[in-house]
């Protein structure tokens, strides 16, 4: 098994352009999850699904939008990159509120 | 709003010792989770604690959770080199559905 697969593993962008990250989940799980992580921070959650085509938003939403049209797809987009989102970006999913999340491997996104 | 604290964020040990994490929140949590995190990887379910008292043990690691203190511990036993990486608690907010708070880490090094 797969797993949660993100894509791009490494990005570097310039400050205006735009992204979007892929996370893609093989285990049927209907919760997902975007996080970023930054130094001495912990992880942080940007945005939230509770199942296909439900979004809500997490503790740092600020500059990024999301979307779950399929059920083992969760998109995370940058409409204007900025410096301050300069962060290792992680996406997770698990079958229910309470289960554990399973991490993919991460985005390291560097914004210049 | 939840707050999760860590302690020590710092921790550097001689193989063999024993030694503690403490992981505190600030308001009722009806789950609390630890991670493991190595660097520049992924992060990796540890314990799921799910009730006041609950202890789980994997090798050389024990957790135990006190929602009554708002107090979970994570302790090792013997330490060996292998142990060494970042870990997390991580708390949900019984009110706020799935979303999790995370500790901001503890950076373990355990030296020959």
């Known amino acids: 098994n797969a797993g949660v697969t993100q894509t791009p593993k490494f990005r570097v962008l310039k400050t205006g352009q735009s992204m979007t990250l892929l996370c893609a989940q093989d285990?049927?799980?209907?919760?997902m999850y975007w996080y970023r992580q930054d130094p001495g921070m912990g992880l942080r959650l940007i945005h939230y699904s509770v199942g296909e085509g439900t979004t809500a938003k997490g503790e740092v939403p600020d500059g990024y939008n999301v979307s779950r049209l399929k059920k083992q797809n969760f998109l995370l987009g940058l409409e204007s990159a900025a410096p301050s989102q300069t962060s290792v970006y992680f996406c997770?999913?698990?079958?229910?509120?309470?289960?554990?999340?399973?991490f993919g491997q991460g985005t390291r996104l560097t914004v210049v | 709003e939840l707050k999760v604290e860590q302690n020590p964020l710092f921790l550097s040990m001689q193989e063999g010792k024993n030694y503690t994490i403490y992981c505190n929140y600030s308001?009722?949590?009806?789950?609390l989770y630890w991670y493991r995190q190595d660097p520049g990887k992924s992060l990796e379910s540890l314990f799921v604690?799910?009730?006041?008292?609950a202890v789980k043990q994997e090798g050389r690691l024990m957790a135990s959770l006190d929602t009554k203190a708002r107090l979970s511990t994570l302790h090792i036993t013997a330490a060996v080199h292998d142990l060494s990486a970042t870990y997390f608690c991580a708390v949900g907010d019984a009110g706020s559905g799935s979303r999790l708070t995370f500790g901001e880490g503890t950076q373990l090094t355990v030296n020959p």
């Open positions: 997770a999913s698990s079958s229910d509120r309470v289960t554990e999340a399973f």
């Open positions: 604690l799910l009730s006041n008292g």
């Open positions: 285990m049927n799980h209907e919760y």
């Open positions: 308001t009722t949590s009806d789950r």
